[in-house]
């Protein structure tokens, strides 16, 4: 790369910090919690330790437990939320 920036300091000095890889992952990450279902249910696992299942986060939210459960398959192919199997 050749060439200076408007201060005059070399271009070849400088690199992206960010990949585009690595922005296509985080734009994908930002569009899932433009949802407010999807934050509300973020919200709420972290304010309850993520101790609640599918049909108390649907009951406290006023959804569907079919809802809740696209939402939270969404959130974990992002990265937001990793699923816990507990049995009572």
């Not at 299942?53 to 809802?67: Q, Y």
Request: with cysteine; net charge positive; hydrophobic share 40%.
């Amino acid at each position: 790369m050749e060439g200076f920036t408007k201060k005059g300091e070399p271009l070849s000095r400088f690199e992206a910090p960010l990949s585009k890889e690595d922005a296509l992952s985080q734009g994908n990450t930002w569009l899932v919690l433009r949802n407010k279902t999807r934050l509300r249910i973020l919200y709420l696992l972290k304010q309850y330790g993520g101790l609640l299942c599918v049909s108390e986060i649907a009951r406290v939210l006023d959804e569907h437990a079919a809802t809740i459960s696209q939402h939270l398959v969404m959130l974990h192919a992002s990265g937001l939320f990793t699923p816990t199997l507990t049995t009572r």
